[in-house]
C-alpha cells in the first residue's frame, strides 16, 4: 500500500524509527487520532475472522466496529474517521489491478476448485475478500456511537482520503491510523505521526493474585532456564485492532512514525519525501502502461523492497550532498527539475544511450506527476484543533472557494453562466441548479449520499462493488445494476451535468490493452487495500514543480474543452452524448465499457411514466416527496398498491426480490437457453431471501462461537454447505441493494427506503436456501409475499423435485441416490464417473 515497500522498511527499522506511546484508561488528556475510514474496514473484517464467502455478517461486523471505537474512547482518544471520495484518474491503472488480483482472480481459483477443497478454513483465508456492504454497516455503527458520544466525528474527503486526513490531523494536532505508508509521506501542520493499525497492543491489568509472591521477600519462585515463556495472552497483552474481550482499565501501545524522523533517517530534507516515494514507486507513478515500469528501469531484480527504498534514500543523499559542497542556491524550479533528472539518471541500472528517444523525458514527468500527488495545500490560519475546522459550511478544511469537492456538482452551473442570453426562465433554471449544488454537497457531507458516486461526477466512471460469483456467467454488475444506473447517471446530467470521460478511458479497447500490458511489466506492484494521495506542509520544494509540469502539457490542456452540459428536457441537444465508462468483470478481468448516457425526459416517456411534463420542468431531486417516491418505483417497476403500503424497514428486501426476479426473468425470455432458464429464481429462494432479510436479531452471532484450530476463522462451513448456486444468488442481491441504494441516494429518498445492511447475516441467508425455504413463508410479516409476487407470477422457475429412487438389499429399502452422489464425487473427472451416470 501507498510507496511500495515502505511498511516492510519501517517494520525493519522500527527501533530507530518509531517512537512508542501509550494510552491508559485512567489518563484524563485527550488525544486525536484521525482514522482512515477503508483501511480500518479492510483490517477489522480480517482480524474479527468472520465469514466471508457467503456475503457478509453485517450483523456482528457492525458490532465489532462498535467495539473497537468505544475502547479507543476508553482510553481516551477523540475518533475522526476519514473515508475516501472519488479516485484520481491517474489511479485508475492501480485500480483496475488491484481488483483483477484481488476479486476476479480469486473468484475463478474459488469456482475452479472443488467444492470440499474450496470449503476448507486455509482456502477461504487465502481468497479472502472484503464483502462489498461492510461499509454501510460500518458507517451505520459510527453513527450509533456517535449519536451518543461526543468524541467521535465521520468526515468525507472531497476527494482522495489521504491527503485529506493528514491535512485534517495536520489542524487538529492528530495521529493518522491506518494501513497505508502514504501517511508517513504526507505532511501537514502540526501532524503529529502515522500510526498502523496492525501494530496495536491491548495491555490489559493483571489480576491481583497474578503477583510473584515474593512481596514479603520470604520465598521467591525458582524458574528454569527452559521453562516455556507464558503467550502474550496469558500476560494480558493482545496484539492488532480488537480489544480483549470483557476487560476493563485498559492500555493501548501504538508505536508512531513521523515524516520528520523518516527524512532524518536518509539525511534529506522532509519537503523530498514525496520525490522518494515517486521513486520507489507508489500508485501513482505507473499510471501510462504504455510504457515499461518505471521501478525495472531502476532496480535489479534481487533487490528486496527494502533495499530498493535505501538505495533511493542514498542516491538522493548524495546528489544534495554534492550540490550543497559546490553552490550554496536554495531550491527553485530549475534545481528541483535538476534534482529529478539527475536522480533518474543514477538510478536507471543500464546506460541511457540504450534507450529509446525520449524515454528518460516520460519518465521524469512521470514521477514529477506521481510526487506531485501528495501536495497539501498550506493553513494560512492561526487557529489550530476543533476550533479551527469548517471555516465554511460545506467543507471542515477549506474555504467554499478553494475546495475541490463544489466544482463536481458545478458542471451544468459552469455551462449556464457561460450563456450570454438571460431571461426569466435562465434565472429560474440557476435557481434550480444552486438548490441542487447545495442539497448533494449537504447530503455527501452528511454521508448520505455515497462516495462511489462521486467517481461518476469527477472522472465520468464508475466502479461497481465486486464480490465472489460465477465466472462463466454474466457480471451482475452488468445485468442486475446497469439497467438501474443508466438512470442514475441521467438525472445527474439533468441535476447538476456529469464531465466528459477521461482523454484515457475513451477507447476501450486501448485501455484494455495498456491495462493488460501493464499487470504483466508491472511484477513488483504491491496489490492491496490503500489509500492515495499525499502532500506537504512547509517550504515545499517540489510546488514549483505545478507550474513546471502546466508549461510541459500546455497544448494538450488548451486542446481540451470543458465538459458539461444541459440535459436535453431543459435545453439543446448536447454535442455529443455523454458517456460514463464502467470497470466491470468480463471474463476473467475487469475491463472498461463504455455506458451512453440517456436523456432522463426520454426515458421516462418510453417508460411511459404518467407524471412526466415538459411544461415548467424541475430536475427530479427538487420535486415533491410523493413525486421522487412515485418515480423511484416506477424506474424499479414497482409501482403497486401493496407495495407502497409496506412500511420503510420492508420496502428494500421487496424492492430488490422484485427487481432481481425481474431481471432473471427478462434474461429467460430474451435468450430462452436452458441455462439463462436456470438462473430464475425459485419461490423457496425468494421466500428464503425474504426471511434473511426480515429476520432481525436472529442472525448467528460470530463474537461469541469459537473459532478452529490452527487457521481457525469462523468460517462457518461445518454448518452450512458453500453452495454455487447460493453464491451467485447472493451476487445478484448484494448488487441490487448497493444498485437501488444508490438510486434512492439520488433521488432523496433513502430515508424512506432505508437499506438495513447492520441487520444481515450472509450465512443466514445461505442457511435458508439450503433448507430449501421450508417453512419460511409462515415467519413472514404479513402483506410482505403478496407485495413481492404482484406482478410477478410468471417470472418465477419451477421447483425442482429431487427423486429419490429405492432398492431393496436383503430386504431392506436403501436409498441410491446418496449413494450415487458420492460415487460421482470421488468418480468426477475419470472414466469411472461415466458408469456412474449410465447407473451401472
Known amino acids: ?82 473515508f475516501d471520495g472519488s479516485a484520481p484518474e491517474l489511479k485508475i491503472p492501480t485500480l483496475i489491478s488491484r481488483l483483477n488480483h484481488s476479486i476476479v482472480e480469486r473468484s475463478l481459483l474459488f469456482f475452479r476448485t472443488s467444492e470440499t477443497s474450496r470449503s476448507t478454513p486455509r482456502f477461504l483465508h487465502e481468497t479472502r475478500m472484503i464483502p462489498p456492504l461492510a461499509y454501510h454497516a460500518c458507517l451505520h455503527a459510527l453513527r450509533e456511537v456517535a449519536s451518543s458520544a461526543d468524541t467521535l466525528e465521520v468526515h468525507f474527503a472531497d476527494e482522495e482520503g489521504d491527503p485529506y486526513a493528514v491535512e485534517l490531523a495536520g489542524r487538529l494536532g492528530a495521529f493518522v491510523v491506518g494501513n497505508d505508508s502514504d501517511f508517513v509521506i504526507l505532511n501537514s501542520g502540526k501532524y503529529a505521526g502515522y500510526i498502523q493499525l496492525d501494530d496495536m497492543l491491548w495491555a490489559a491489568p493483571k489480576s491481583v493474585g497474578a503477583g510473584s509472591g515474593d512481596e514479603d521477600g520470604e520465598f521467591r519462585i525458582v524458574k528454569k532456564a527452559k521453562t516455556k515463556k507464558k503467550s502474550a495472552a496469558q500476560q494480558g497483552i493482545h496484539r492488532g485492532l480488537i480489544p480483549p474481550e470483557h476487560s476493563t482499565d485498559l492500555t493501548l501501545s501504538v508505536s508512531v512514525y513521523t515524516p520528520a524522523v523518516l527524512a532524518s533517517h536518509f539525511k534529506i530534507p522532509v519537503t523530498l519525501l514525496p520525490l522518494l516515494g515517486a521513486l520507489v514507486g507508489n500508485d501513482f507513478s505507473n499510471q501510462s502502461s504504455t510504457q515499461r515500469n518505471v521501478q525495472s528501469l531502476f532496480f535489479e531484480r534481487q533487490l528486496t523492497l527494502s533495499q530498493r527504498i535505501s538505495r533511493v534514500g542514498s542516491t538522493l543523499n548524495t546528489i544534495l550532498s554534492a550540490a550543497t559542497q559546490k553552490r ?117 457531507r452528511s454521508g448520505h449520499l455515497q462516495p462511489k458516486l462521486m467517481d461518476i461526477l469527477n472522472t465520468g466512471t464508475f466502479w461497481p462493488r465486486l464480490f465472489l460469483e460465477n465466472p462463466d456467467a454474466e457480471n451482475v454488475a452488468r445485468s442486475i445494476g446497469r439497467p438501474i444506473r443508466e438512470w442514475i447517471f441521467a438525472i445527474l446530467e439533468d441535476a447538476v451535468g456529469l464531465p466528459e470521460a477521461p482523454e484515457a478511458t475513451r477507447d476501450p479497447e486501448v485501455r484494455q490493452s495498456d491495462t493488460s500490458q501493464m499487470d504483466e511489466d508491472d511484477e513488483d506492484e504491491l496489490i492491496d487495500v490503500v489509500e492515495e494521495d499525499d502532500e506537504d506542509d512547509e517550504a515545499d520544494l517540489l510546488a514549483p514543480l505545478r507550474g513546471e509540469l502546466q508549461k510541459l502539457h500546455a497544448p494538450d490542456e488548451e486542446s481540451e474543452t470543458p465538459a458539461s452540459a444541459i440535459s436535453q428536457s431543459r435545453s439543446h441537444l448536447p454535442l455529443r452524448p455523454k458517456c460514463v465508462t464502467e470497470y466491470v468483470r468480463r471474463g476473467t478481468r475487469v475491463a472498461p465499457e463504455s455506458v451512453t448516457v440517456p436523456d432522463i425526459s426520454r426515458l421516462l ?30 424506474i424499479l417497476h414497482s409501482s403497486t398498491v401493496a407495495l407502497e403500503e409496506l412500511p420503510s424497514e420492508q420496502l428494500m428486501c421487496a424492492l430488490v426480490l422484485r427487481w432481481v426476479v425481474r431481471v432473471m426473468h427478462l434474461r429467460a425470455i430474451e435468450s430462452s437457453s436452458k441455462e439463462r432458464e436456470k438462473e430464475k429464481w425459485t419461490k423457496s429462494e425468494a421466500c428464503a431471501f425474504l426471511a434473511f432479510y426480515t429476520s432481525d436479531g436472529h442472525s448467528l452471532d460470530f463474537r461469541t462461537m469459537p473459532a478452529s484450530a490452527g487457521s481457525g476463522p469462523n468460517a462457518g462451513s461445518e454448518t452450512t454447505p458453500i453452495s454455487s448456486r447460493s453464491i451467485q444468488l447472493m451476487a445478484q442481491v448484494l448488487m441490487a441493494i448497493e444498485s437501488i441504494h444508490h438510486l434512492s441516494q439520488v433521488l432523496s429518498v433513502s430515508e424512506r427506503v432505508p437499506v438495513h445492511v447492520h441487520t444481515l447475516s450472509g450465512q443466514t441467508f ?26 410477478l407470477g410468471d417470472a418465477f422457475a419451477e421447483e425442482c423435485l429431487v427423486r429419490v429412487k429405492k432398492s431393496k438389499i436383503n430386504g431392506k429399502s436403501i436409498e441410491r441416490t446418496s449413494a450415487r452422489k458420492a460415487m460421482r464425487v470421488g468418480a468426477a473427472g475419470s472414466q469411472f464417473g461415466l458408469l456412474v451416470d449410465l447407473q451401472v
Open 1 to 82: 500500500m501507498g510507496v511500495h515497500g515502505l511498511t516492510t522498511y519501517l517494520r525493519e527499522n522500527q527501533r530507530i524509527l518509531a517512537k512508542a506511546i501509550e494510552f491508559p484508561s485512567s489518563s484524563t488528556d485527550v488525544t486525536s487520532i484521525v482514522v482512515d475510514g477503508w483501511s480500518f474496514i479492510y483490517e477489522l473484517y480480517e482480524e474479527s475472522k468472520l465469514p466471508w464467502v457467503y456475503g457478509g455478517e453485517y450483523k456482528a461486523f457492525s458490532a465489532c466496529v462498535e467495539g473497537v471505537v468505544k475502547a479507543w474512547m476508553a482510553v481516551g482518544l477523540r475518533v475522526y474517521f476519514v
Open 328 to 444: 550554496k542556491a536554495r531550491h527553485q524550479v530549475g534545481s528541483v527539475m535538476d534534482l529529478i533528472d539527475r536522480s533518474v539518471h543514477a538510478l536507471l541500472i543500464r546506460p541511457p544511450s540504450t534507450m529509446a528517444s525520449g524515454e528518460i523525458d516520460a519518465i521524469v514527468d512521470r514521477i514529477v506527476n506521481a510526487a506531485l500527488q501528495y501536495a497539501i495545500d498550506k493553513y494560512d490560519g492561526d487557529t489550530f484543533g476543533p476550533d479551527g475546522l469548517w471555516p465554511s459550511k460545506i467543507c471542515a478544511l477549506h474555504r467554499a472557494e478553494t475546495c475541490r469537492l463544489p466544482g463536481l456538482f458545478s458542471h451544468a452551473l459552469l455551462l449556464s453562466t457561460d450563456n450570454e442570453a438571460a431571461d426569466d426562465n435562465t434565472v429560474e433554471h440557476d435557481t434550480q441548479l444552486l438548490q441542487l449544488h447545495s442539497l448533494y454537497i449537504t447530503a455527501y
Open 605 to 634: 416517456v418510453s417508460s411511459a411514466f404518467h407524471g412526466n411534463s415538459q411544461e415548467n420542468w424541475a430536475p427530479l431531486p427538487l420535486r415533491s416527496a410523493s413525486e421522487r417516491m412515485s418515480v423511484f418505483l416506477h
Open 766 to 791: 445461505h442457511m435458508f436456501l439450503a433448507q430449501k425455504g421450508s417453512n419460511c413463508r409462515d415467519t413472514l410479516p404479513v402483506g410482505l409475499w403478496d407485495a413481492c409476487t404482484e406482478g
